[in-house]
């Protein structure tokens, strides 16, 4: 399962406010795969904060989220947003009409 369905998972699956011994014993068989095709049980994951109840679902995917490795995440320091690296500029200036 992806990490960006746990979502919709918790909601289901979970009455809240949850303890953590509670949602581990219930779906931390779960398997995570990363993009990269590496997975990890829920379980592994949830061992590593320090929350004790989930108030919410998605207090619970957060704390998911923010314990997952780097494999999860992505081309690290990818920016598709990130303007020309060129170092050329394209903005046309009053004095380059001239």
Known sequence: MRYSETLQLFDQACEFPAEHAT???????????????DSVEMSEVLTRTSETTYQSAEGLYNSLVGNLDDDF????????RAGSTSGTDDVRTETDRL
Do not use: F, S, W
Request: avoid cysteine; charge should be negative; proline fraction near 0%.
């Open 23 to 37: 949602v581990v014993q219930q779906l931390g068989d779960v398997e995570l795969v990363a993009q990269n095709g």
């Open 73 to 80: 995440i992505g081309r690290k320091y990818y920016d598709d």
